[in-house]
């Protein structure tokens, strides 16, 4: 079972990039996904997340009004559209799934899976 992020890349302040999370071998569909970043020498943060029915979806406050996810579940992707990008967005970036009986949760606690992260490089 796994995810693969892809979509990352160098770009400048003020760009765009639109990142995409792709399940291997299972099904998203019953599945929450969450976006989370970590940068050079801090944690990682909590980015997004979907509930497995699009229904909810959560934004850091860092990124609110400038990021949206989406997901679509005939393709078995979710992306995570970032815009007005800053440099303190430089990240790499991770998605994960957690299974979920409920269609309109999510969070960032007790992930199931993990990709293994794409980074996003904003600098002039």
């Known amino acids: 079972l796994q995810l693969v992020e892809s979509g990352g890349g160098l770009v400048q302040p003020g760009g765009s990039l639109r990142l995409a999370c792709a399940a291997s071998?299972?099904?998203?569909?019953?599945?929450?996904i969450s976006w989370f970043r970590q940068a050079p020498g801090k944690e990682r943060e909590g980015v997004s997340c979907?509930?497995?029915?699009?229904?909810?979806?959560n934004y850091a406050e860092s990124v609110k009004g400038r990021f949206t996810i989406s997901r679509d579940n005939a393709k078995n992707t979710v992306y995570l559209q970032m815009n007005s990008l800053k440099p303190e967005d430089t990240a790499v970036y991770y998605c994960?799934?957690?299974?979920?009986?409920?269609?309109?949760?999510?969070?960032?606690?007790?992930?199931?899976?993990w990709g293994k992260g794409t980074l996003v490089t904003v600098s002039s």
């Open positions: 994960a799934a957690s299974l979920s009986g409920s269609s309109w949760f999510c969070g960032y606690d007790g992930m199931d899976y």
């Open positions: 979907i509930s497995n029915s699009g229904n909810t979806t």
């Open positions: 071998r299972f099904t998203l569909d019953y599945y929450a």
